[in-house]
Nanobody, 115 residues
Framework: QVQLVESGGGLVQPGGSLRLSCAVS????????IHWYYQAPGKQRELVAG???????NYADSVKGRFTISRDNAKNTVYLQMNSVKPEDTAVYYC?????????WGQGTQVTVSS
């Protein structure tokens, strides 16, 4: 059974920081790239960042230099460190894995950036 469980969302002021966590099933954690996506109200889900099993990373242009994705192999957990957040970062954040042929998603965690 594949499970992705996000946590760490909440309300944060503009310019502040937040760290999201995604706990991943042990049976897939070591083998696949893990992604973070976000979906703002009324908009499509978009890729935020990804990290491969070997630790290579990629980011959306909108978050480069502000967000950092990392993984803790001992805890089967992927993190998204969000710094210098902006109101436009407000969204539900989802953890994702493509373990062909299926896509797996977590339940999402709400991030609201507001003063």
């Amino acid at each position: 059974q594949v499970q992705l469980v996000e946590s760490g969302g909440g309300l944060v002021q503009p310019g502040g920081s937040l760290r999201l966590s995604c706990a991943v099933s042990r049976n897939i954690f070591s083998f696949y790239t893990i992604h973070w996506y976000y979906q703002a109200p009324g908009k499509q889900r978009e890729l935020v960042a990804g990290i491969t099993s070997s630790g290579s990373t990629n980011y959306a242009d909108s978050v480069k230099g502000r967000f950092t994705i990392s993984r803790d192999n001992a805890k089967n957990t992927v993190y998204l460190q969000m710094n210098s957040v902006k109101p436009e970062d407000t969204a539900v954040y989802y953890c994702h894995v493509f373990a062909g042929p299926r896509h797996y998603w977590g339940q999402g965690t709400q991030v609201t950036v507001s003063s």
